[in-house]
């Protein structure tokens, strides 16, 4: 008998979290749940193809991932969690397993379906993951499916990482990515955050040119999940635009702008584009920032002109 598939582990990586007087790692309490398990030495020694990790602490970090974006675990820092009171009212319903179907119930859980790419009809809500499509598609759509899964839970981790960055390091961070989108000639000295007291409303600045003649000021706000920028704080870094007589401006935000903030930005004067958390991270992906590549793999196909003569 093999290592239980990620759904299988959901109830009980809940359970046990739940147990926990303080936030835990999958590292942690891995050895509790095998236990709780009785899962033996050769199911807990089984390992990837790769070779670089075991089935079971893959699938568990696989559980504890579906079950974070249905908002019943939540990440208190880097490699920790606890559970949620909605985790606890879900455990009080006493089920019999967790499962995509019923992880559907969340919106939380349904809005990162949408995020990664997948439909959320009837029939893909009965068993959401890639695994459930593999019958009907291809190895060539299997794939693609597979990246895109890993790619949205990707961006859904950066987000939650640049939420607990420092303002300062935030506003780095916003500079090195536009100096690797090729703003300010990719040139480190071409760019400078001016975050703090005193910076003017703006917290960064990149020179498209090495005189300054053509700047892009940019002010960068983390905000919580939910905590969506309004049109107020458009307003303030349009007043900051106008008295550094700056034509550009770049809003970024880990979370969100309300309609009426998009509107605002629109009928500006000044050229203000707005950058949210999906963006963000779509962008730090595209461009190498905060994330390594962990494998690298070859598809290969028949050479037709090896056979043509």
């Given at each position: 008998?093999?290592?239980?598939?990620?759904?299988?582990?959901?109830?009980?990586?809940?359970?046990?979290?739940?147990d926990?007087?303080?936030?835990?790692?999958?590292?942690?309490?891995?050895?509790?749940?095998?236990?709780?398990?009785?899962?033996?030495?050769?199911?807990?020694?089984e390992?990837?193809?790769?070779?670089?990790q075991?089935?079971?602490?893959?699938?568990?970090?696989?559980?504890?991932?579906?079950?974070?974006?249905?908002?019943?675990?939540?990440?208190?820092?880097?490699?920790?969690?606890?559970?949620?009171?909605?985790?606890?009212?879900?455990?009080?319903?006493?089920?019999?397993?967790?499962?995509?179907?019923?992880?559907?119930?969340?919106?939380?859980?349904?809005?990162?379906?949408?995020?990664?790419?997948?439909?959320?009809?009837?029939?893909?809500?009965?068993?959401?993951?890639?695994i459930?499509?593999?019958?009907?598609?291809?190895?060539?759509?299997?794939?693609?499916?597979?990246?895109?899964?890993?790619?949205?839970?990707?961006?859904?981790?950066?987000?939650?990482?640049?939420?607990?960055?420092?303002?300062?390091?935030?506003?780095?961070?916003?500079?090195?990515?536009l100096?690797?989108?090729?703003?300010?000639?990719?040139?480190?000295?071409?760019?400078?955050?001016?975050?703090?007291?005193?910076?003017?409303?703006v917290?960064?600045?990149?020179?498209?040119?090495?005189?300054?003649?053509?700047r892009?000021?940019?002010?960068?706000?983390?905000?919580?999940?939910?905590?969506?920028?309004?049109?107020?704080?458009?307003?303030s870094?349009?007043?900051?635009l106008?008295?550094k007589?700056?034509?550009?401006?770049?809003?970024?935000?880990a979370?969100?702008?309300?309609?009426?903030?998009?509107?605002?930005?629109?009928?500006?004067?000044?050229?203000?584009?707005?950058?949210?958390?999906?963006?963000?991270?779509?962008?730090?992906?595209?461009?190498?920032v905060?994330?390594?590549?962990?494998?690298?793999?070859?598809?290969?196909?028949?050479?037709?002109?090896?056979?043509?003569?």
């Open positions: 008998m093999g290592v239980p598939d990620y759904q299988s582990l959901m109830l009980p990586l809940l359970r046990q979290t739940a926990e007087a303080s936030p835990v790692s999958i590292i942690g309490i891995q050895s509790a749940i095998a236990v709780a398990l009785r899962l033996s030495e050769a199911q807990l020694s390992r990837l193809r790769s070779g670089k075991t089935v079971f602490h893959n699938r568990l970090h696989w559980a504890k991932q579906y079950l974070t974006r249905a908002g019943l675990l939540e990440s208190t820092r880097r490699g920790e969690f606890q559970i949620t009171d909605q985790g606890r009212r879900l455990l009080e319903e006493r089920p019999s397993e967790i499962n995509n179907r019923l992880l559907a119930r969340y919106p939380e859980f349904v809005a990162w379906l949408k995020l990664r790419g997948d439909g959320v009809s009837e029939a893909a809500t009965a068993d959401l993951p890639v459930a499509n593999a019958l009907s598609e291809t190895p060539e759509e299997r794939i693609e499916s597979a990246r895109r899964e890993l790619e949205a839970n990707l961006k859904a981790d950066l987000i939650d990482r640049v939420r607990e960055m420092p303002p300062a390091e935030f506003e780095g961070l916003i500079i090195e990515l100096l690797r989108m090729g703003y300010g000639q990719g040139s480190e000295e071409m760019a400078q955050a001016l975050g703090g007291s005193g910076d003017g409303g917290d960064g600045v990149v020179h498209q040119d090495p005189l300054g003649l053509d892009v000021y940019i002010q960068a706000k983390r905000y919580k999940e939910g905590n969506t920028v309004g049109p107020d704080a458009i307003n870094f349009i007043g900051a106008n008295i007589r700056a034509n550009k401006g770049l809003f970024v935000t979370s969100s702008f309300t309609r009426q903030a998009k509107e605002h930005a629109e009928k500006a004067s000044t050229h203000i584009v707005l950058m949210d958390g999906d963006r963000l991270a779509e962008l730090m992906l595209r461009h190498g905060g994330v390594v590549v962990r494998h690298r793999i070859e598809i290969k196909a028949v050479d037709e002109g090896y056979f043509e003569g």
